[in-house]
């Protein structure tokens, strides 16, 4: 079966840093890999997704993921944040016609 | 467009008693998903729907779950009896069966569940 694993539970960050949420995933066929957004009391939106082609994929709002085959990665990364990207991030990869959720990464954008 | 529309939005109720959740997915879409997060747990796939026919409930926790879709618009997951340990917030998502894999999934606002 398929599986993700977001190492970081919470990322603290200032306002106008970089930041990156890692992701690694497992599976020994092709995947899809997608990043979703949750903001406070909302449902899942979808960020962004790497189906094929160019490893770097950009989404929504300035983010922006690697798909990295050789260390099964797919980190996403914003190089300025701001407040408004405080949210919970979900790293997901799909098996079959289903998606299966990392447990999230809460960013927390301080002023 | 509406998007997917969950109800209750809250609810709270006693130990024991029966649950009911609701979903309108978005019109169009034959793909439909209950999930459930907990601070616990994360995101977990309880069970989906293709074309109103269930295909995976292997996520439901128990026999107190069960789902049902009786058309392409409307599905429900009812918890009997309810128990505190059941206090997460359910979502529900639709998409459409050819892009459920590419990822392209539309949650609703979901429904948040506490058990007492």
């Known amino acids: 079966a398929q599986s993700v694993t977001q190492l970081d539970s919470q990322v603290p960050v200032f306002e106008e840093a970089p930041v990156e949420l890692r992701c690694n995933y497992s599976?020994?066929?092709?995947?899809?890999l997608f990043w979703y957004v949750q903001y406070p009391n909302q449902g899942l939106q979808l960020l962004l997704k790497y189906l094929s082609g160019s490893t770097l994929v950009k989404g929504i709002n300035g983010f922006e993921a690697e798909f990295n085959k050789s260390q099964t990665s797919f980190h996403l990364r914003k190089p300025s944040v701001h407040i408004s990207d405080t949210a919970e991030y979900f790293c997901a990869v799909s098996e079959t016609d289903k998606l299966i959720f990392g447990t999230g990464t809460r960013l927390q954008v301080f002023p | 467009d509406a998007g997917v529309i969950q109800s209750p939005r809250h609810e709270v109720t006693e130990m024991g008693q029966e649950v009911t959740l609701r979903c309108k997915p978005i019109?169009?879409?034959?793909?439909l998903f209950w999930y459930r997060q907990t601070m616990m747990r994360g995101l977990e796939l309880l069970i989906y729907?293709?074309?109103?026919?269930?295909?995976?409930d292997s996520g439901m926790p128990e026999d107190r779950f069960s789902a049902k879709m009786p058309n392409a618009s409307f599905s429900t997951l009812k918890i009997q009896p309810s128990e505190p340990r059941d206090s997460a917030v359910y979502f529900c998502a639709s998409s459409r069966l050819a892009s459920a894999n590419t990822g392209e999934l539309f949650f609703g606002e979901g429904s948040r569940l506490t058990v007492l």
């Open positions: 599976s020994s066929v092709s995947v899809y």
């Open positions: 729907f293709n074309n109103n026919v269930p295909i995976d």
């Open positions: 019109s169009g879409h034959n793909s």
